[in-house]
């Protein structure tokens, strides 16, 4: 059996929209509906002369209908940030650093075990001191299997317990964490940072971490996330890995346009 190729769809477009380049200057849409067999024949052997001839009308297609979906799917993100911002922003529970009273905010749906995750931190930490004015949302979202889940719900449980300061010394250890995480390596990192790991662990199966981690779970599902790092940057939604002078020159533009 011959298997769907998924340029196919994409190809067949480009071919279209290339099929209407090759239409001499001012002409009208052609109704190949209307045409005879033998008329459709013909068409279709100037069309592929013409490409032939000029093989460069593809790529621009391709490229142009590359640059048509990639508009489409950036405003499709757009609103969906905004129609979930609050829930970006303000979850009320969520770890909430930098400057709580910023004038941007910046959302990361992580996971531990992720290693861009782990190459973004040190970003994130950089803007943050370099702009002073940010506010930071981290989103705990353990999508990397059961040692992820496990991290996730130790840190919620350090928040719950001992509060946000014992949460951003738990998640900056964790995020340099090597090896996957266990309940023995969680609780000597927990009396490392001279926190009670029995409290810490026994709270870890806390209904309310697992509703954290559904109600996180079902937000991302609503912005189509589904990797780590994830970024909500105001209003705009960046998925991946990037620097800190890359997010500096979109927080810039941010301000700009609101001046």
Known sequence: MIGFSPLRPRLISALAFAAALALPQGSTALDLGSMTKEERAIFGAEVRAYLLDNPE????????????????????????????????????????????????????FMDYRCGYCRRAAPEVEKLLAADGNIRLVIKEFPILGEASVLASRFAIATKLEFGDDAYKDVHDAMISMSGAPSEGTLRRLANGLELDADKILSRMSDPEISLQLQDTRALAQQLSISGTPTFVLGEELLRGYLSADQMQLMVEEIRDSRS
Do not use: C, M
């Open 57 to 108: 009308v593809i790529l621009e297609a391709v490229n142009k209908l590359e640059q048509q979906q990639a508009a489409a799917e950036a405003a499709r993100d757009d609103a969906l940030v905004v129609a979930n911002l609050a829930a970006l922003q303000n979850d009320g529970y969520s770890f909430v650093g930098g400057n709580p009273d910023g004038d941007i905010t910046l959302v990361e």
